[in-house]
């Protein structure tokens, strides 16, 4: 899991549609409201709401295999990891 990185809400956005999770599927798993996991993707910057709720949702994405990457001068992303 990321320690100290919080996602951004386009990261989210593209996470879910890069592992093929619909919103509402997220939401359950993350134990959110599927409104809430909106707002959140509607984040230009770092994910709006709630920490924890931020957290569950991040969490829920790396078990399902993403990688969140920090912006390291060549901007914030997101991958696979196939481990």
Known sequence: ???KY???????AAARTLIGMSQPELADAANISV???RRMEASPSE???LANNVLAVQV???AAGIEF??????GAGI???RA
């Open 60 to 62: 829920a994405l790396e």
């Open 79 to 81: 991958r696979l990891n």
């Open 35 to 37: 409104p809430t996991l």
């Open 69 to 74: 990457i920090p912006p390291n001068g060549g």
């Open 6 to 12: 919080h996602p951004t809400g386009r990261q989210i």
């Open 1 to 3: 899991m990321s320690e």
């Open 47 to 49: 994910a709006s709401g």
